[in-house]
C-alpha cells in the first residue's frame, strides 16, 4: 500500500467521452489526520450524470470537475485506517471517493452499510440508482394505484427501479428501451406491462396501444423523438418527473421541448430534479425504499467492468446503450 492509481480528468469533451480526457497517475497513499479516516474502493459506479460533471457549465446543479482534478464518481469501499470517532477500521462504506483506489475523508456525504451486502447490489439499488428513483418517482411523482406511468430508459440503474416501485404500488407501467434483450428484461423479468423498442417500433402506435386510458406520470431519462409523443398522451394533471437526458449530453444541438400549449389544456406538473440536493436526506429516502428490497419487489442486474482504468472506455457504453445493467467498475 505505497501507490494510489487516480484517474484525472485533463480536458473538456466535445460529444461522447474519449480517452483523451483523463490521465492515469500513480501518487503515494495519503496519510490521514485526527478526524479523518482512509478508505479503499473496490468497486466504482459509472452514470450518466458524469459527462455534465465533466464539462465546463458553471450554472449547472453542482460545479464541474476541475481539470487536473481526480475524476468525480460515487463507489463503494472499505475503511482500512481510522482516526475518526464514527468509522471503524472493516467499516463498508459508501460515498463520491472518485477515480482512485484510495481516499481520506472526514465523513461528509459518507454512508456505512450492511457488510453483508454484495457491493453490485449496494450500487445498484441502495445507492444513487434507488435513492434517485425513489426522490423522483415516490416523493415528486406521487404515484397513485391505478394510474399508468411511462418510464424512458426503462432497462437502465434507474429505469428499471422506477418501473418496479411503481408496480409495487399498483400503476400500470410501460417502458421505453433501446432493445429486444432490455424489452423481454423489464416485462418477463421485471413484471413491467409493456415495453416500446424506440430504435425499431413505430413509436405513436405502439404508445397508443400500450396507453389506451393516456399517461399520467412520465418518468423522463433519456429525451429523444419519443418524449413528444408521450408528452402529447399525458392525461389531465399528469405529473413529468425530469431526471435525465442522456440523448442529449453528447449532441452539439439540444432537441426543441414540446411546446407548452398542452401544459395548460392539461394542467400538468413538469419538475426536474438532482440527487446533491437531497444527499442529507439520504437515510429518509431509504426508509422508504429498504421495505421495497425486503419484500423482494425489487431486483438488479449489474455490468461489472474489470479494473479502474476500464472506466476510461466503459463510460460510453452508457451513450451507446452497450451496458447490460447497473455500470460498475470492480478495481
Partial sequence: MTQNTQIKLIARPQGAPTAELFQVE????????????????THMSLDPA????????????IPPVELGDVM???????????????????DKVTGMFGWQEYAVSQGQGVNKVDPSLPADMVLSVLALPGLTA????????????????????????????????????????IGVVGSEDKAD??????????????????????????????IDL???????????????????????????????????TPAPGPNWMNIIKK????????MPDHFHEVPQLLELLVPYVQKGQIQY??????????AVGGLNLLFTGGNQGKLIVEL
Avoid at 503515494?28 to 479516516?37: D, K, L, T, Y
Avoid at 458524469?50 to 446543479?61: A, Q
Wanted: with cysteine; proline share 4%.
Fill in 267 to 274: 394542467r400538468l406538473m413538469i419538475q426536474g430534479f438532482t
Fill in 50 to 61: 458524469m459527462l455534465g460533471w465533466m464539462s465546463d457549465d458553471r450554472e449547472s446543479y
Fill in 185 to 214: 428484461w423489464i416485462v418477463n423479468t421485471l413484471g413491467f406491462d409493456g415495453a416500446i423498442n424506440y430504435k425499431t417500433d413505430n413509436l405513436a402506435e405502439k404508445l397508443a396501444e400500450l396507453t389506451p386510458n393516456g
Fill in 134 to 173: 425513489t426522490q423522483g418517482l415516490l416523493r415528486v411523482g406521487q404515484p397513485k394505484s391505478g394510474e399508468t406511468l411511462i418510464v424512458t430508459g426503462a432497462a437502465g440503474s434507474v429505469g428499471s427501479i422506477v418501473g418496479q416501485l411503481a408496480k409495487a404500488e399498483g400503476l400500470r407501467v
Fill in 26 to 41: 500513480q501518487n503515494p497513499v495519503p496519510r490521514i489526520s485526527a478526524g479523518e479516516f482512509l478508505i479503499r474502493q
Fill in 218 to 252: 412520465f418518468f423522463e431519462n433519456t429525451g429523444g423523438p419519443i418524449q413528444q409523443h408521450i408528452y402529447q398522451r399525458m392525461n389531465a394533471h399528469g405529473r413529468i418527473i425530469v431526471c435525465g437526458m442522456i440523448a442529449d449530453y453528447t449532441a452539439a
Fill in 72 to 90: 468525480r464518481s460515487s463507489g463503494y469501499a472499505e475503511v482500512i485506517e481510522s482516526q475518526h470517532p464514527d468509522f471503524a477500521v472493516g
Fill in 301 to 310: 442486474r449489474s455490468h461489472t467492468l474489470k479494473g479502474l482504468t476500464s
